[in-house]
């Protein structure tokens, strides 16, 4: 059971003010009755609570999948920056958070919800998430490359990368740009440059496309987003370590 109140604001429908101003107007029902008290208990899978009439549905956590832009950080707030939730509608924010992290200069999929659980399942070391970016390097990208990142590379820690694969979709010519993809299955820091880096080489766009089962819906404009599909959020709890 929860509060009408509670339900209201966890639905996004309203704030907890904002929720007091709809049952004072009495445009809150519950199972065809007017709302009268905040207070009043329900229970989401049973009653049906409308606004205007309209049934509110019920949904326990909210996914969304953001095209983040370039220029804005992977972030809840900032003093200084503009970041990823700043494109989302301000009801919406609430108790969301990022899944992960993209650099301020990369752009592509970047899923946001508050299920923490999800949220956990996605990002634990243990799980071996796959992530796939597409890139343009300064430099040749050459088989001996795609070696190298297959067997794990030195970025400047304890330990190599684990093996990722690199594709190479243009290699380009002396002092031109190659064009790739490539998938990790960690999330270390700045780690796709890094490993170029590690090759004598430079990222200089890097767009991530997917994380394990979700892939980036193209019709997304940077800076655009949408809801999950159901069946997107089924294949992501699915998703084995």
């Not at 924010?93 to 990369?106: F, H, I, M, N, W």
């Not at 970016?133 to 190599?160: C, H, P």
């Not at 496309?209 to 159901?230: C, F, H, V």
Request: glycine share 8%.
């Amino acid at each position: 059971m929860i509060r009408i109140d509670k339900f209201l604001s966890q639905m996004q429908v309203a704030t907890r003010s904002e929720s007091k101003k709809l049952i004072k107007n009495k445009r809150i029902t519950k199972n065809g009755v007017t709302v009268t008290d905040g207070g009043e208990k329900c229970d989401p899978d049973i009653d049906a609570i409308c606004l205007d009439g309209v049934p509110i549905a019920y949904q326990e956590y909210h996914y969304v999948m953001l095209h983040k832009p370039t220029g804005c950080v992977t972030a809840t707030e900032d003093r200084y920056d503009k970041t990823v939730m700043d494109f989302l509608p301000e009801k919406l924010r609430r108790g969301l958070s990022p899944v992960g992290r993209l650099d301020k200069d990369t752009e592509g999929l970047l899923l946001i919800t508050d299920d923490g659980a999800l949220n956990h399942q996605l990002l634990a070391p243990g799980k071996h998430v796959p992530k796939t970016y597409y890139a343009r390097i300064d430099g040749i990208v050459t088989s001996a490359d795609v070696v190298k990142f297959q067997s794990g590379l030195d970025i400047g820690e304890k330990k190599r990368t684990a093996p990722a694969i690199l594709e190479i979709l243009h290699a380009g010519e002396t002092d031109s740009i190659s064009e790739i993809k490539v998938t990790i299955t960690e999330g270390k820091y700045h780690q796709v440059k890094r490993m170029f880096q590690s090759v004598g080489k430079k990222v200089v766009y890097l767009k991530r496309l997917s994380m394990g089962s979700l892939t980036l819906d193209e019709t997304l404009a940077p800076g655009n987003w949408r809801a999950l599909t159901k069946e997107e959020i089924t294949n992501l709890k699915d998703e084995k370590a």
